[in-house]
């Protein structure tokens, strides 16, 4: 399979600036506030909640354990309740285990990265590379492995019930009734049916992509999409499972994907490739009554934001951040990109006021300096929540 690697570039797009970081009072302060409030449930522990509000939730994809990771000082800066992994928490490209877990311990030594391991609570999701190979999916022959990896890794509770699941997907929730926030983590790897791929006819792909390069065009990746009716990312088993946590109540659902959702039509992997599993979550979404869902997403190594306001229950809004460390920067066609791509060494702060009578939900892309590079501003009525449902719900 075409890798998007291939095109990347190395990091140093902003070069002689200077990075900032935490005052040591300031990240000690923060540091203890966040050990008070998360103390007593371990954060990784699947589909389980905890009572402490979220105001600040940052997150990002795409991170290099090879790499500085110089971007972890403003994400410290920005001071978020929680943040969460989205998945290429590090590039590991291989079929032995061994060399998995090697790159593992790599990024644990990693002395940003492990900063912010202590400091901030997280989630995390895999994608492609840390499941263990590029654009892998059911067929990759050590999931079980790898899974196993990455969830001691991660640090999951023995008890949790991600142990003994097929794939690592998980959810939680967070603050009381009036200002409960809920993260759902699809794993879209472990149970992934195969790729289908663009029929160009005789042309290769590279070929393909230099003649649009030269016309000046926006260049799809090599994916089309899966039309076979059993074609699906999560697999029965987690689709049921996906939609019970669309029924939990919450006020603010983020659904934090690997892969993006409201893209159209990016040719590289993303929901929209698996057309019944696209339709299946907005049709979840109206049947369930979910308000409050704002999706997360990374894997693109650019940011943007997405929407879909067409045959939708209410305006859906997908903000991809991506990477931590990596950055592309070919044009990339998306008919629902909300603004502008952002090509720079990035990650995703959301910022949640519930004190106002209808609560704002701010969405940021930032920059490696802690600048907003993208922006939007949504209320929960904008996100299908009745007045009805706030007071319902305790307001
Ligand atoms: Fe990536």
Redesign the pocket.
């Known amino acids: 399979m075409q890798s ?1 690697r291939r095109f990347l570039k190395s990091g140093g797009v902003l070069v002689g600036a200077t990075a900032y970081g935490l005052s040591g009072g300031a990240l000690n302060a923060h540091v203890a506030a966040n050990q008070r409030r998360f103390a007593d449930i371990p954060l990784q522990h699947a589909d389980s909640h905890q009572d402490a509000a979220l105001t600040r939730i940052a997150f990002g ?2 991170l290099h354990q090879d790499k500085e990771q110089r971007i972890w000082d403003a994400v410290l800066a920005a001071q978020p309740d929680l943040f969460l992994f989205l998945g ?1 928490s590090i590039y590991g490209d291989t079929r032995d285990i061994t060399f998995l877990r090697e790159q593992y311990a790599k990024l644990a030594r990693n002395p940003r990265f492990h900063k912010l391991r202590e400091s901030v609570p997280t989630m995390a999701m895999w ?1 492609d ?1 840390d499941f263990g190979e590029n654009d892998a999916g059911i067929a990759y022959p050590i999931k079980e492995r790898s899974r196993q990896a990455f969830l001691e890794f991660w640090q999951e509770p023995r008890s949790s019930v991600r142990w003994s699941r097929r794939g690592v997907y998980t959810s939680r929730t967070f603050g009381p009734p009036h200002r409960r926030v809920q993260i759902i983590m699809p794993d879209l790897r472990f149970n992934r049916t195969p790729l289908t791929v663009q029929d160009l006819g005789t042309v290769r792909y590279e070929e393909w992509c230099d003649a649009k390069r030269l016309a000046g065009a926006v260049i799809p990746g090599p994916y089309a999409r899966c039309t076979d009716r059993v074609a699906s990312m999560l697999g029965e088993e987690q689709w049921r499972w996906f939609e019970q946590q669309l029924a939990v109540p919450a006020r603010v659902r983020i659904v934090a994907s690997s892969l993006q959702v409201l893209a159209d039509f990016p040719g590289w992997e993303a929901w929209i490739n698996y057309a019944r599993d696209h339709q299946r979550l907005i049709d979840a979404v109206r049947r369930t009554n979910a308000s409050g869902v704002v999706f997360f997403s990374g ?1 693109t ?1 650019y940011a943007e934001l997405s929407s879909l306001d067409v045959n939708v229950p209410y305006p859906l809004w997908d903000l991809t951040c ?2 931590l460390t ?1 950055v592309w920067d070919t044009d990339v066609p998306n008919a629902n990109r909300a603004g502008e791509m952002l090509r720079e060494e990035n990650f995703g702060l959301v910022e949640i006021d519930w004190h106002s009578e209808d609560p704002e939900i701010r969405l940021q892309a930032q920059d490696r300096f802690g600048a907003t590079k993208i922006a939007r501003t949504l209320t929960l009525s904008q996100l299908g929540a009745t007045p009805e449902a706030q007071i319902l719900s305790g307001r």
Do not use: F, I, V
């Open positions: 998007r994809s795409c290429d994608d590379h894997d190594h991506s990477g990596e």
